[in-house]
């Protein structure tokens, strides 16, 4: 019955490795978003897919690829992890963008990331 | 630019007693404004949001926010306060017709018995 669902909600690997967290939503919304939750509680937006398409993309490192291979899931690879990546990851989605859309965000529970 | 302030890291109050959780917003347009709760190891939760409507909006739980425009407030209050309100809450502004939510640095509230 989980509405946003991610895996894994731990995750712990060493520096360098390559790694993919999993998003799904049972929702039936149309836009998902990837967040990025540093030490201090600050959350920051990194991606967000409307329908498969990106729609934002904050400045990232391309070390990090959002795919999302339906409106039903957005998955986050990160590529050659770096000490600075280690943070809580939420998956969240919603009905629709901005003005046209319900702001109403549905969060997953996290992935706690810690590189070493 | 838009932004928001949470001007208290941490707020501690004792059970029943109110809570006042401060939040100020820069904005060079009308802003959606809007209030999360996060309980640990939890995602995030809308409290209650702002959107040009009334300027009182009351929210799940008992909380409300009240949107001032000459101050740019929206500070998010509840009469009194129950243990599982401990939490973190984050204030987010929108611009109208921007699709990005900001989102301040959090309060964490503690409540005592």
């Known amino acids: 019955d989980t509405a946003v669902s991610q895996t894994p909600k731990y995750l712990v690997t060493q520096m360098g490795n390559d790694k993919s967290i999993k998003c799904e939503q049972n929702?039936?919304?149309?836009?998902m978003y990837w967040y990025k939750q540093d030490s201090k509680k600050f959350l920051k937006i990194m991606f967000s897919?409307?329908?498969?398409?990106?729609?934002i993309n904050e400045t990232v490192p391309n070390r990090f690829s959002p795919k999302s291979p339906d409106k039903a899931h957005l998955n986050l690879h990160i590529n050659s992890l770096e000490l600075g990546d280690s943070a809580v990851y939420f998956c969240?989605?919603?009905f629709g963008t901005g003005n046209r859309g319900n702001e109403k965000l549905f969060f997953g529970s996290g992935t706690q990331l810690s590189v070493l | 630019a838009q932004s928001v302030t949470q001007l208290d890291s941490h707020v501690s109050v004792s059970e029943g007693t109110p809570v006042l959780l401060r939040c100020n917003y820069s904005?060079?347009?009308?802003?959606?404004l809007f209030w999360y709760v996060q309980h640990p190891n939890k995602g995030l939760q809308l409290l209650l949001k702002?959107?040009?409507?009334?300027?009182l909006v009351k929210g799940i739980n008992g909380f409300e926010a009240e949107f001032k425009k000459s101050e740019t407030s929206f500070h998010l209050t509840k009469p009194s306060a129950h243990m599982s309100d401990a939490a973190e809450y984050f204030c987010?502004?929108?611009?109208?017709?921007?699709?990005?939510?900001?989102f301040g640095t959090g309060t964490r509230l503690l409540v005592s018995p």
């Open positions: 969240a989605s919603s």
């Open positions: 929702l039936g919304h149309d836009t």
């Open positions: 897919y409307n329908n498969k398409e990106l729609i």
């Open positions: 904005s060079s347009y009308s802003p959606s």
């Open positions: 702002y959107t040009s409507a009334a300027t």
């Open positions: 987010v502004v929108r611009n109208t017709g921007f699709q990005k939510l900001v």
